[in-house]
């Protein structure tokens, strides 16, 4: 079976950082394109970045300069490194790979980020 499974999250203070991690397990993961969204608290599941099988990245215009994502071939996982964070930062982290290569969309679980004072 496919799985995403994230860990790394937790509460930080506001200018913090977070290291979020996705470990992919049932897919060629050197060919998926990895990605990271979030769902704050009451609002719509967003995109935060993109590491494609190319090597490529690409991030929110709003999270440029504080976030960068990473990942290790070796071990089948997807970082996501979050410096600077604010109050807003806070919701669900979740990883995702899909189309094109792959036929269906598949979702990690879930880690929630909390940043407050």
């Known amino acids: 079976q496919v799985q995403l499974v994230e860990s790394g999250g937790g509460l930080v203070q506001p200018g913090g950082s977070l290291r979020l991690s996705c470990t992919v397990s049932?897919?060629?993961?050197?060919?998926?394109?990895m990605d990271w969204y979030r769902q704050p608290p009451g609002k719509e599941r967003e995109l935060v970045a993109t590491?494609?099988?190319?090597?490529?990245?690409n991030f929110a215009d709003s999270l440029k300069g504080r976030f960068t994502i990473s990942r290790d071939n070796a071990r089948n996982t997807v970082y996501l490194q979050m410096n600077s964070l604010k109050p807003d930062d806070t919701a669900v982290y979740y990883c995702?790979?899909?189309?094109?290569?792959?036929?269906?969309?598949?979702w990690g679980q879930g880690t929630q980020v909390t940043v407050s004072s």
């Open positions: 995702h790979t899909g189309p094109p290569f792959w036929a269906r969309d598949y």
């Open positions: 049932g897919l060629i993961f050197n060919l998926s394109n």
């Open positions: 590491f494609t099988r190319a090597d490529s990245t």
